[in-house]
Each structure stands twice: as structure tokens, then as C-alpha cells.
């Protein structure tokens, strides 16, 4: 009997990352329920991506949310650029 092997969703933001699909990557990762240290870059980035104006009014810039996000994930799990 055939499975197909299934895909992780580790594997998916990988995939998504390498794609270039950055928002998409963060909103995966953004689920994840163990992200240690870099929990609040992904949130941050996660916000910034689906409320940038309530970003903005409690002071966060958007643009840097969303590369320390990228930074964090890259370094977390292996993603080269």
C-alpha cells in the first residue's frame, strides 16, 4: 500500500521561504506553539503583515518587523537566501 509522505508544516515554511513567500512563512510559523526566543519577532512580523495600522499606533515599524521576522526565521531553522 501507498502513503505519500506527508507534508510537515516545518516543511511548508521552508517552502513558502525559499518561494519567497514571506508572509506566508511567518503566518505558518506564527501557529507554531514552541518558538522560543524568537516568538515575539514572528508575532511582530505576523501583525505587521495583518494589522500594519494597529502596528504603527503602538509604535512598531512595519518594515522592520517584518525583515527582523525574516532574520529570525533564517537563523531558527537553516533558511538560506
Known amino acids: ?11 511548508q515554511l521552508k517552502a513558502a521561504a525559499m518561494n519567497k513567500d514571506w508572509q506566508k512563512a511567518i503566518a505558518i510559523a506564527a501557529r507554531f506553539s514552541r518558538l522560543g526566543n524568537i516568538r515575539a519577532q514572528v508575532l511582530d512580523a505576523h501583525m505587521a503583515y495583518t494589522n500594519p495600522r494597529f ?13 527582523a521576522g525574516k532574520s529570525a526565521l533564517m537563523d531558527a531553522y537553516g533558511i538560506k537566501q
Open 55 to 67: 502596528a504603527v499606533q503602538i509604535g512598531k515599524n512595519i518594515e522592520l518587523c517584518i525583515e
Open 1 to 11: 500500500m501507498y502513503y505519500p509522505q506527508m507534508e510537515t508544516k516545518l516543511s
